[in-house]
């Protein structure tokens, strides 16, 4: 391999989508090209879309998931993305998602003769549960991930708490961990622009402001922060609490907090592209709330310690990695009364919650830049052991073929199910009508 590098970035999520998943291609591709050699990204195709990237986009079909999954799903092997990927010399192949984005690597291997990683970002068993309804579907999606996590060369954790994740879905294989890193610059955002996102969402100053960032729904921990603000100002707190993010349950939460009497102590700001103004807010707030055992490591968290702001996270979870007690933040157990008890307390007495983000800015923080050096490094480890072993897998292996055959099952007997819930259904109708 020469010096520069021909990575190949494929993600099911990038933009216009934006999360912690997209957030990292982004960088990742941004970081290669910048500074190691040749970025092309492979990507699922939104209505409208055009991409102004200092790198090539690959734009593949994709059908509209949003309602049941929160982005569009891409369909794999599409003729014309399978020839222009396959013309291209790379290195490394470097998935994102296990779903399309590694079906379409594993095919690409096959055609460039590069390694293949795959960066294991979140619990997609999660997704799945709360995507399909019925366990036989939600059981053949599982071993189709894990079958197409095994079929990597090499497959990196985010987090320790990420492997544990994995493991527990019964993947066997090795793993190294590989963090991400913020795009932050380390400190504070100008005066200006922090008197200026205070003047749009109408911050006060004599009150503690607390930010979440992140989808909005409720698995990412949002009940816990309402009700643990809601405990918290029946003890005469007064805060203002900003959401930033959207998401499937953005209705039920603004409901909620209507229903605790919270609609004039929230601002639901809807999604910030513009991190500048994102970052503003970060050095703006008083405090980060992030208590969700969903994610698998908190990026969002690292994000904040750039600017200096401390977060309260649940102990144990994969966004307190590295995290201590009393030092770079507040870990708690995972219930709204501990919650409202840190917010109290931190509240009291600012000059804590300051000490509190000055240790994590100056200890918790990790740039994208010296993130994406460590993986480049091991990107000429991942090739070189490729190249002694020539560890191929046939794509149309019978394993595949088989997970395939599953999933294919599990969709008919889904379709039959459904088809016998209509008949009941109409059945039951005609039987009202002729009493």
């Not at 549960?129 to 060369?153: P, R, W, Y």
């Not at 979440?212 to 729904?217: C, D, H």
Request: proline share 3%.
């Amino acid at each position: 391999m020469s010096d520069k590098l021909n990575v190949c970035i494929l993600s099911d999520s990038f933009p216009p989508l934006i999360d912690g998943v997209a957030n990292a291609a982004l960088n990742y591709a941004d970081i290669i090209q910048r500074q190691y050699g040749n970025a092309v990204v492979a990507a699922p195709n939104y209505p409208g879309i055009e991409d102004n990237y200092p790198y090539r986009v690959v734009r593949y079909p994709s059908i509209n998931t949003t309602k049941s999954i929160g982005y569009r799903t891409g369909i794999p092997y599409w003729p014309s993305t399978a020839r222009d990927l396959a013309k291209c010399d790379f290195d490394v192949i470097h998935s994102h998602c296990p779903f399309v984005s590694t079906l379409i690597a594993r095919s690409l291997r096959a055609s460039v003769n590069a390694p293949i990683v795959l960066t294991y970002h979140t619990k997609y068993d999660i997704d799945i549960k709360n995507a399909v309804e019925l366990g036989f579907i939600q059981t053949a999606a599982i071993k189709f991930i894990v079958s197409n996590i095994e079929a990597c060369d090499e497959v990196w954790v985010v987090s320790k708490g990420a492997g544990e994740n994995l493991r527990s879905l019964g993947y066997t294989g090795n793993y190294i961990v590989m963090e991400n890193g913020a795009d932050f610059p380390q400190g504070s955002s100008s005066p200006e622009e922090i008197a200026a996102v205070s003047a749009e969402y109408r911050l006060e100053e004599d009150v503690p402001v607390f930010l979440f960032v992140g989808r909005m729904m409720w698995y990412k921990g949002i009940r816990l922060i309402l009700d643990g603000l809601s405990r918290a100002k029946k003890q005469g707190l007064r805060f203002q609490m900003l959401f930033v993010g959207d998401g499937g349950d953005i209705g039920e939460i603004k409901e909620c907090a209507r229903m605790l009497r919270l609609t004039d102590d929230c601002i639901f700001t809807g999604i910030i592209k513009d991190r500048h103004k994102l970052r503003a807010l970060f050095s703006r707030a008083d405090l980060f709330l992030f208590p969700s055992t969903f994610d698998t490591s908190g990026l969002v968290v690292r994000e904040a310690a750039a600017c200096g702001l401390a977060s309260v996270l649940i102990r144990g979870s994969c966004a307190a990695e590295g995290v201590v007690d009393g030092y770079h933040g507040v870990l708690i157990e995972e219930n709204s009364v501990a919650l409202s008890d840190a917010v109290l307390r931190l509240s009291s007495d600012r000059g804590i919650m300051n000490t509190l983000g000055e240790n994590a800015m100056r200890e918790l923080y990790t740039s994208w830049e010296d993130a994406v050096g460590r993986a480049t490094v091991r990107y000429q480890i991942v090739r070189e052991n490729y190249e002694c072993t020539q560890r191929y897998f046939d794509f149309q292996d019978n394993k595949l073929l088989k997970l395939a055959d599953d999933i294919e099952n599990a969709m008919e007997k889904l379709r039959q199910y459904r088809e016998k819930y209509k008949e009941t259904n109409k059945r039951s109708k005609i039987r009202l009508r002729n009493k």
